[in-house]
């Protein structure tokens, strides 16, 4: 890193420092501060995701769910020093059981403020996945769980809590979909047991079949709206 200022005292250099660098750290710890049980046990509250980690996934990831500290593999970033704080770009931070990806702040008085996203490794996104059937409503491309989350607060009280807006989309899109495989279900079950003769003419029975599937929607969505 490169960093330049000026002073006689700590407080007279602050404002003046101004610079830019890179860092690396490997093997290293997040002190008192675990970012992967601070964002998805925040997660928990939310209707649907109440067993998002339950005891079984906490005790086959104790290093993930369990350390007091977060444990990485690598943790690697870009910064620049101004107006006494210094933002950082391009965080990563490599887990053995997740990543993250995000950028934000620290300034002198030890206050963050961080914008991430936490991406869960295959092997734990299925597991969750199967803890809560919610849970792979936020699965991406690769069936991996993702979600955006803040940090913020003062150092060493940190706070981190998943982007509300995301989760809201996340969840009514479950409900919408589990809401159509129901509604699908009945359509289906309605046509298998409907009989396969009779004496009416066709569109009189093409007529009938059309209401009765306007009526099994109607009912459908109903029920999906009021729940």
Known sequence: MKVSGSGKEWNEIKPSLRGQGQAEVLQGALLDFNIADNVLSSVTGIPGLTSLINPQVRKKYPETFEAKDTRFKEL???????????????????AADYSVHGNGWVDFEKRVDFQAVLLLSQPLSADLGRSAREVTYMFNNQNQFELPFAVTGTLPKLKARPDSNYLGKMVQRGFMRKGAEELQQRLLGKERSAPSGGTAPSDQKSEKKKNSTEELIRKGLDQLFKR
């Not at 690697?76 to 490599?94: E, H, P, S, T, Y």
């Open 76 to 94: 690697k970033g870009q910064f620049d020093l101004a107006d006494a704080r210094m933002n950082v770009k391009d965080l990563r931070i490599a």
